[in-house]
């Protein structure tokens, strides 16, 4: 199975008075969404299914890339995406893809849980990956063998030219 992880793009500040899950994107993120979008097109890079955090700067960075991805799926929101949510529950859920023959999943959503979940597939610690915002991140795993996945390539947005 190929899954691509999206982290969403620069959101509003974490220290403003704005409750966590209602951070939307910034001038910033939009801009980076755009260019990770305009990337893909470049790179004929298209999602077979995109799965997105219900947060609203994911939810945001999800839909900026449906919209510039033509013929691209719409976004599926889950909630085993959100904030804290653990590596094993996210390799469950995408064994379930797997079972239905699902083979490219892209998932849009948040650190530390995207390097959490990568470094389990790869059988490595967390403290070895970093998941920059707007990166995507592409790996093949054989889900029923958690830790056998492989790292395809991981480009930051300001890589993506």
């Known amino acids: 199975m190929l899954i691509t992880f999206l982290r969403h ?6 220290s ?9 994107l910034i001038d910033k993120g939009e801009k980076q969404v755009k260019r990770v979008a305009a990337f893909c097109l470049a790179n004929e890079l298209m999602p077979g299914l995109i799965y997105c955090s219900p947060l609203l700067r994911a939810q945001q960075t999800a839909r ?3 919209q510039r991805l033509p013929g691209s799926p719409a976004p599926q929101t889950v909630d085993w995406l959100g904030i804290d949510t653990s590596a094993q529950t996210i390799v469950t859920e995408l064994a379930k893809l797997a079972e239905q023959s699902m083979n490219d999943v892209w998932l849009v959503g948040h650190e530390p849980d995207f390097s959490v979940t990568i470094a389990h ?4 610690v967390p403290d070895n990956i970093i998941i920059k915002k707007a990166s995507l991140t592409r790996l093949d795993a054989d889900i029923a063998d958690q830790t056998s996945a492989k790292l395809l390539w991981s480009i930051p947005c300001a890589l993506m030219r």
């Open 9 to 14: 793009a620069t959101a509003e500040d974490s």
């Open 16 to 24: 403003m008075s704005i409750p966590d899950a209602d951070r939307g």
């Open 64 to 66: 900026i890339l449906n």
């Open 121 to 124: 597939l790869l059988g490595t």
